[in-house]
């Protein structure tokens, strides 16, 4: 007798609420662990082809630091009129920050994610806000450290 994979079903799925503050704390390393929260991998009943992952609140995105000179060097590249030559529009990391300091975070998260529908519906229980404040507060989420 063999032992059976087991596979999680949408009804064994238990979601939970994350809050987690990225002030003073690198960006990959807390994009990293906050994409494994969002995938689900920290618990036991994982599935690879299901979303078996928990909600997160990142707070004080406009504060995370990074190393070395990604401040200036870093490049963001987004096309908003595709298929059009010139269109390209770069801007780094320190532009970015000062616009939309969300878009950070979001950014660094999105690329450690499946690059599919599995990975967007992932991404829509990610919630990224610059300051202290969110008004998660109904769901009751609970603080989770970023180890270094």
Known sequence: MSNR???????????????????DKVLGRAASQIATLLKGKHKPIYTPSMDTGDHVIVINAAKVKVTGSK??????HRQPRAGFPGALKTTNLADLRARHPEDVVINAVRRMLPRNALGRKMMTK????????HPHSAQKPEPRQVEA
């Open 5 to 23: 994979t087991y596979s999680a079903k949408p009804a064994d799925v238990k979601r939970a609420w994350h809050v987690i503050d990225v002030s």
């Open 71 to 76: 401040e200036t060097n870093k490049l963001y």
């Open 126 to 133: 990610l919630k990224v806000y610059p300051g202290e404040q």
